[in-house]
């Protein structure tokens, strides 16, 4: 082997090296392409089912193409592009209005029956922020709240120490996608399936620790969750415990090409078919019995009437009587407390005024329709209202609706026909859905305690710093586009060597994209779309050979490690040194460009050349080409031969260029002392990224963090105090065991405050509520059976307080849920207008931040909940050693 040869098979197993996925890269890959385009299939499929929403996911990028290149601590970005589903929306050219710059174009919408009504005042363009902020014209009704809920459920899942997760949504003006940041501190993903698919663990599903989830899918329905749920949720929940042995037996529970497998014997099997028709069953017979008790009551109701009117009549003949003496308030019959009671002398004598407030009977009645109304208003301000965001989440600007004359609203929306006052009425609810999704999505005083300690505690000089691994999602709302466009006109019949004729007309025929992006130069960015070739990449990427794939990586290998941010890498050059202060650097060279240049370069030369032995010679010319567009500071789109990539919209100040030009040589003079010293640069990475990581069994807490109960060996539920009947799981309580327990110690102080026998030995806390339960018998006429109806109907809010609480004593648990409750009746009764039709506006008066007799939420709903539920879900999952003893059922 001559010199120049052996030098030649040295630089290839170099470029081989640095272009190789990796352990990492390869799971990466199958994730992608069997996980994730996976379930951003099943979501589109999901939602276009759904009549309020029109939302397709697709993947494009480095990584749905294969070309990816990760970091010791940056696995890089998935782009998910979201397009609407309905062909009718679909762009056709003559919509199209192309503009100076060959890249960017407006959309003539005025005239499109579904995009008509998101034009603004007098122009007859497309905004560009009904695209970016998911117009329901557009994506459909529920988009923009759907968005929503992934952001506050992001935001959640950041302040969940469990998870080992931190996310960053950012929606910049500059940027076409909404990018979601995260940093994760649980180390590599080869680590993690390596623990999943050891037989030695397994992940806990005890029913105790879901019911919570069942019962809150019940109650969105309006259904009761029932027992006979909960034993169906108990048999799935050890199907999915068969399922998780079976495949964890054969090695298969972690591998992405068995994932749409493990989600078909999950949610699709025979069994799970057969326990989802059990479900529709006894919801179908609930449904029927409910209705039948309706038409008693009803029928009651009439008898009740009929004979009440004739009575009066008998009595009015008789010459009078007990006519207004109430027949609700057995346990007060004492004629010599009747000075004590006014609302009993008002039903004595109707001579007396019946003092504002509620009525006889009203109370309970209001306080069934507030659960019933505080769902509505909630699922109202969630899903209907087009305006309601909050205001750190730039999805939907408050007023956009009334700045659009031509939009539809619908029938039910809060928005009044006279703009300034549902203007008002937009800002009152957005307030009181803010306050509401702050009140259950923050952080409870004990979270923010630890919080502010584990910050401490990370700030002493003996803690070890984590570097966390980073990586992102691009969310790119797109329009799609049919045919192709007049300024590429001119690729379609280029002359090349790849691809084949055939790829070009299936690229042409399956169209382009248009995403939210305006020319650095343009007077009116705001109806400015940028034409997107992702869709195209895409195909030409399944056209790409191995070699191909691996020189692209390389060469982004030496972009990432060598050329990027060149003001912070150079340390010799002053003038790098100066661009540093006046400009971002990181805009300078950009992997696009790569990507230019790279489908330029197989573009122009034979497929046969881009083979293993000659990779030498592959990654030469694509530096080659490189340097020559840095020079000449001229780099053409590959799809649109006219822009240059160079220019401003790209390179904030050409003299990077240059610099940059410098270090493209030093990699062609020298390609193995640079890549050293990237090798270094990562394996200084490397090195702090596995800093801290605890003692290699797979959890990583942040110095100062202490390991959750269970990891310590230690029971977080509390102890079941005496008296209680109810079954404890292996890590919760049962939920309808917590009902019969709730009821009767509500069916304790209901007897107590019935009972005329003074409170002695009976302890403060018990005292209190019976003497709260006592004046509001008083004042509002209450019976037992009154009482009985509210406990009963404020169980589905009292489940969450007296699950989650972390009272050890059960009594105490559920006497604080009761003391929420009597608050909420005390509020209720302090209003004037509290008869049943006025439910709604009593709930949105709870929830108004601003009103003049602020609710308390924490005696509803505790503070947190959100998170709280969050957390106790993590914690659900936490891998558990397995024990062959203890049968599955």
């Not at 054969?250 to 059990?278: H, I, M, W, Y």
């Not at 790279?598 to 080409?625: A, Y």
């Not at 009821?743 to 509520?769: H, K, S, Y």
Request: aromatic share 8%.
């Amino acid at each position: 082997m001559t010199p120049e040869q052996e030098n030649t098979h040295k630089l290839n197993t170099l470029f081989r090296s640095m272009g190789q996925r990796g352990i990492e890269g390869e799971l990466w890959k199958e994730h992608t392409e069997h996980c994730v385009v996976y379930i951003l299939r099943g979501v589109s499929k999901f939602l276009s089912r759904n009549g309020n929403n029109s939302m397709m996911f697709q993947a494009y990028g480095s990584a749905a193409e294969d070309l990816k290149s990760m970091a010791p601590n940056d696995v890089g970005d998935l782009d998910i592009v979201i397009t609407p589903s309905s062909d009718a929306l679909i762009i056709q050219d003559e919509m199209i209005e192309y503009s100076e710059n060959p890249m960017h174009v407006r959309i003539k919408a005025v005239g499109h029956k579904n995009l008509r009504s998101c034009v603004v005042g007098d122009t007859q363009y497309l905004p560009s922020s009904a695209l970016k902020n998911f117009h329901s014209a557009i994506y459909g009704k529920s988009a923009p709240y759907f968005m929503k809920t992934v952001i506050q459920m992001l935001q959640v899942m950041s302040r969940t120490e469990e998870m080992k997760i931190a996310f960053e949504w950012r929606n910049k003006d500059a940027c076409p996608a909404l990018q979601i940041d995260y940093k994760q501190r649980f180390g590599a993903i080869s680590g993690e399936i390596k623990r999943l698919n050891n037989p030695n663990t397994s992940i806990n599903v005890d029913v105790a620790d879901w019911e919570w989830f069942a019962h809150a899918l019940c109650s969105s329905r309006g259904i009761e969750y029932s027992k006979e749920h909960a034993s169906v949720i108990k048999e799935y929940l050890d199907h999915a415990k068969e399922v998780q042995r079976s495949f964890q037996e054969k090695g298969l529970l972690a591998k992405p090409e068995t994932f749409p497998l493990l989600l078909q014997e999950l949610a699709c099997s025979d069994r799970v078919r057969n326990l989802k028709e059990r479900v529709r069953e006894i919801e179908s017979r609930m449904e029927n019995e409910s209705g039948r008790k309706e038409e008693c009551g009803s029928s009651r109701e009439a008898q009740q009437k009929d004979s009440q009117v004739a009575e009066k009549c008998d009595e009015k003949k008789r010459g009078g009587g007990n006519e207004g003496r109430s027949l609700s308030t057995p346990f007060l019959e004492h004629e010599g407390e009747k000075s004590e009671c006014p609302s009993l002398q008002t039903a004595i004598d109707p001579t007396i005024e019946e003092p504002s407030g509620c009525s006889e009977n009203e109370m309970p009645k209001l306080t069934t329709e507030i659960t019933k109304g505080e769902k509505h208003v909630i699922n109202k301000n969630k899903s209907e209202d087009e305006g309601l965001m909050n205001e750190d989440i730039p999805i939907l600007k408050p007023n956009e609706e009334q700045q659009n004359p031509g939009s539809t609203v619908p029938e039910d929306a809060f928005i009044e026909a006279d703009p300034q006052k549902g203007e008002e009425d937009l800002k009152t609810l957005l307030s009181q859905t803010d306050r509401f999704f702050q009140h259950i999505f923050c952080q409870s005083k004990a979270q923010a305690t630890n919080t502010e300690q584990d910050s401490k505690e990370q700030k002493t000089p003996n803690s070890t710093p984590v570097t966390p691994i980073v990586g992102g999602f691009d969310l790119v709302p797109a329009l799609k586009c049919s045919g192709w466009p007049k300024v590429a006109m001119e690729w379609i019949n280029r002359e090349r060597y790849w691809p084949s004729p055939d790829i070009v007309a299936k690229v042409v025929h399956e169209g382009f994209h248009l995403v939210v992006k305006s020319s650095k130069k343009d007077i009116a960015p705001e109806c400015d779309f940028r034409l997107s070739f992702s869709h195209a990449e895409y195909l030409l990427s399944k056209e790409m050979n191995d070699t191909q794939r691996d020189c692209y990586r390389c060469l982004k290998t030496f972009h990432r490690g060598y050329l990027k941010n060149e003001a912070e890498t150079s340390s010799s050059s002053e003038e790098a040194k100066s661009l540093m202060k006046t400009t971002e650097m990181s805009k300078g060279l950009v992997t696009f460009h790569l990507k230019n240049i790279f489908l330029k370069t197989i573009e122009s030369t034979d497929p046969e050349m881009w083979n293993d032995d000659n990779r030498t010679e592959c990654m030469r010319m694509l530096f080659g080409n490189l340097l020559q567009t840095l020079i000449e500071r001229d780099l053409r789109h590959y799809f649109v031969n006219s822009y240059n990539l160079f220019g401003a919209d790209y390179i904030a100040n050409p003299e990077i260029l240059d610099c940059l030009a410098e270090k493209v040589v030093k990699i062609i003079d020298d390609p193995e002392g640079v890549a050293k010293c990237i090798e270094e640069k990562e394996k200084k990475l490397q090195k702090g990224d596995n800093a801290g990581k605890g003692s290699g069994d797979g959890q990583s807490f942040r110095p100062g963090v202490a390991k959750p109960e269970k990891e310590q060996g230690k029971s977080p539920m509390p102890a079941i105090s005496p008296g209680m009947s109810a079954v404890q799981g292996s890590s919760g309580y049962r939920y309808h065991d917590l009902r019969d327990t709730y009821l009767a110690i509500g069916q304790e102080l209901i007897g107590m405050a019935f009972n005329e026998d003074p409170l002695l030995d009976v302890p403060d806390t018990e005292r209190r509520l019976v003497e709260d339960l006592r004046e509001l018998i008083v004042k509002h006429k209450m019976t037992a059976e009154n009482f009985s109806k509210v406990f009963q109907s404020f169980w589905s809010l009292a489940y969450y307080k007296v699950w989650l609480n972390p009272e050890p004593d059960m009594r105490k648990r559920m006497l604080n849920a009761f003391q929420g409750l009597i608050e909420m009746a005390k509020y209720v009764a302090r209003q004037g207008d509290c008869i049943p039709e006025n439910a709604e506006a009593i709930v949105a008066r709870i929830v108004d931040p601003h009103a003049e007799d602020r609710f308390d939420l924490n005696n509803l709903l505790p503070a947190g909940l959100g998170t709280q539920l969050f957390t106790r879900f993590v914690n659900s999952i936490e891998r558990q050693p397995a024990d062959e003893d203890i049968p599955l059922d």
